[in-house]
């Protein structure tokens, strides 16, 4: 059973930085593509970032392009968020998720993640 379990997120000052990250277990695919997203009360969910397995490919929303980095160790089944500059209109639910259709791209589409972690809460305090 494949399990996608995130850890990182909490309560930061704007000017801050977090950092997020996202395990995944419990599968037999040899490569996916990570992506994370985020969604705000009362909001859609917001592709916010994305990876493909070799990490050639990384992908932003317009949103958080030039202070948000996403990154991978495939040694160690993770990918990492770290949210830099960050914004009280950061403040949302951020979710890991992962695509194993895909190897070398990654889609900021969110119907192209089958899983899905559990979710993690980043509050940005002005």
């Known amino acids: 059973q494949v399990q996608v379990v995130q850890s990182g997120g909490g309560l930061v000052q704007a000017g801050g930085s977090l950092t997020l990250s996202c395990t995944v277990s419990?599968?037999?695919?040899?490569?996916?593509?990570t992506g994370w997203f985020r969604q705000a009360p009362g909001k859609e969910r917001e592709f916010v970032a994305a990876?493909?397995?070799?990490?050639?490919?990384?992908y932003y929303g317009d949103s958080v392009k030039g202070r948000f980095n996403i990154s991978r160790d495939n040694s160690k089944n993770t990918a990492w968020l770290q949210m830099n500059s960050l914004e009280p209109e950061d403040t949302a639910i951020y979710f890991c998720?992962?695509?194993?259709?895909?190897?070398?791209?990654?889609?900021?589409?969110?119907?192209?993640?089958?899983?899905w972690g559990q979710g993690t809460q980043v509050t940005v305090s002005s």
């Open positions: 998720a992962v695509d194993f259709t895909k190897r070398y791209a990654a889609s900021s589409e969110s119907d192209a993640y089958a899983n």
């Open positions: 990876i493909g397995w070799t990490a050639q490919h990384t």
């Open positions: 419990g599968h037999g695919f040899s490569s996916y593509a």
